[in-house]
C-alpha cells in the first residue's frame, strides 16, 4: 500500500499545500487563501478541510497518510506550540494538537525558515548533507539550520534568527532594523537592505551610475547593475556579501555545518552573490571550515511544504 503524507507552508497570505509519498516525491500542490480575520481562527480549519477534501478525492486511507508537517510564521515550541505569529493574528496557540484534532492525523509543526531548510536538506540544495545552515534573502533575512538531519529551534523556537545577529556599526546601516537593533544582517543582506543601501550612495555622492534610471529602485537591479559592474552597485554588493560572509564564519564556529545554502529572491543573483559571500567566508572563517561550501536553493517556493513532509515522512 502506497504511503503518503502532506506537507503545509503557512503564510500571511496563503497556505500551500502538496501532498508527498513518503520517499519525498511531490504528487500534487495547491494553494488555499490564509483568512486572518478574527485572529485566525478559521486558519486550520480551512486547512484541515482542504487536506480532507484531497485525502477524500483520492480515495486515501488514514492508514495511507503518515501524517501532516506544518510550517508557520513564528518560533514553535515542542513541534507543536506557537507563542505568537502576529501576521496571522494568532496568539499562544498548540497548532499540532488542535490540526490534529480537526483531520485524525499526525501533525507535527516549526517555524517556517526552518521547515525550508529542511526541505533544503532533503530534496533540494543540501541534499546529501547531514549539516546545513539555510540562509534565507528576502524582504528580510531568515534562517534554519538542520544538524544530523534534524531541525535546530532552540530552547524557545527561536534558533535560526539569522537576520537578527548585529553584523556591523548603527553608521553603516540605514535606520534600525524591525527588531528594534541597528547593524543587523538583515539590513544589509535584505532586499529591502540592499535598496536603502542603494538610495543612500545615491544621495551622497553625485557618481554616475545605472541605478539612477530606477524608479522603483529593486535589489535585482542593484545586483545586475553590480553584475554589470556598476561602481556604485559593486560597492553596496560586497557590503552585503562581505556581511554575510562574516556572519558565516561566526556560524561556522558554532556548528560548523557540513554546507551553506543560499536561498529567498536576493539569491537569484546566483553564482556572483555565492561566489562573493565565499570569498569574504574564507577571510574570516576558522582554518578547520575556511573550506565549506555555499550553494544555491533549489526548491524555490516548495521548499516549505517539502520540508513540512520531511518531518512527518522521515524525521
Known amino acids: 500500500m502506497d504511503q503518503f503524507c502532506f506537507g503545509v507552508d503557512l503564510g500571511g497570505t496563503t497556505v500551500k499545500i502538496g501532498l508527498f509519498t513518503v520517499d519525498g516525491m511531490l504528487q500534487e500542490k495547491w494553494e ?23 485525502v477524500d478525492v483520492r480515495h486515501l486511507t488514514k492508514e495511507q497518510v503518515t501524517g501532516i508537517g ?5 518560533p514553535v515550541l515542542n513541534e507543536n506550540r506557537v507563542q505568537g505569529c502576529v501576521n496571522l493574528g494568532w496568539g499562544n ?9 480537526l483531520t485524525g492525523m499526525k501533525v507535527k509543526a516549526a517555524n517556517d525558515a526552518n521547515v525550508a531548510a529542511l526541505g533544503e ?3 533540494g540544495g543540501g541534499k546529501g548533507y547531514q549539516n546545513i545552515v539555510m540562509f534565507t534573502l528576502g524582504t528580510g533575512v531568515g534562517g534554519g539550520i538542520i544538524q544530523n538531519g534534524q531541525i535546530v529551534s532552540g530552547a524557545n523556537g527561536a534558533a535560526g534568527e539569522i537576520g537578527h545577529m548585529v553584523i556591523t556599526e548603527p553608521e553603516n546601516v540605514v535606520g534600525t532594523c524591525g527588531c528594534g537593533h541597528q547593524g543587523c544582517l538583515e539590513q544589509i543582506a ?7 543601501l542603494a538610495k543612500r550612495q545615491l544621495t551622497e555622492c553625485d557618481e554616475a551610475s545605472i541605478l539612477r534610471q530606477y524608479a522603483p529602485l529593486t535589489a535585482k537591479d542593484v545586483l545586475d547593475a ?10 553596496v554588493a560586497e557590503q552585503m556579501m562581505q556581511a554575510l560572509g562574516r556572519a558565516a564564519a561566526y556560524i561556522a564556529c558554532v556548528m560548523n555545518p557540513d554546507v551553506f545554502v543560499i536561498g529567498g529572491g536576493v539569491s537569484r543573483a546566483g553564482e556572483y552573490l555565492t561566489e562573493g559571500i565565499r570569498r569574504y567566508y574564507q577571510q574570516y ?14 526548491l524555490g517556493n516548495d521548499a516549505g511544504m517539502t520540508g513540512a513532509a520531511g518531518m512527518v515522512c522521515n524525521f
Open 226 to 235: 553590480a553584475k554589470a559592474g556598476d561602481a556604485l552597485a559593486c560597492r
Open 32 to 54: 488555499i487563501p490564509t483568512r486572518t480575520e478574527n485572529q485566525g481562527a478559521a486558519i486550520l480549519s480551512d486547512i484541515a478541510a482542504s487536506i480532507q477534501n484531497k
Open 285 to 298: 572563517a576558522f582554518h578547520a571550515s575556511a573550506e565549506t561550501p555555499f550553494v544555491l536553493a533549489s
Open 190 to 196: 535584505s532586499a529591502t537592505g540592499i535598496v536603502n
Open 93 to 101: 496557540v498548540c497548532v499540532a494538537d488542535e490540526l490534529s484534532a
Open 121 to 123: 536538506q532533503w530534496q
Open 70 to 74: 506544518i510550517g508557520v510564521p513564528g
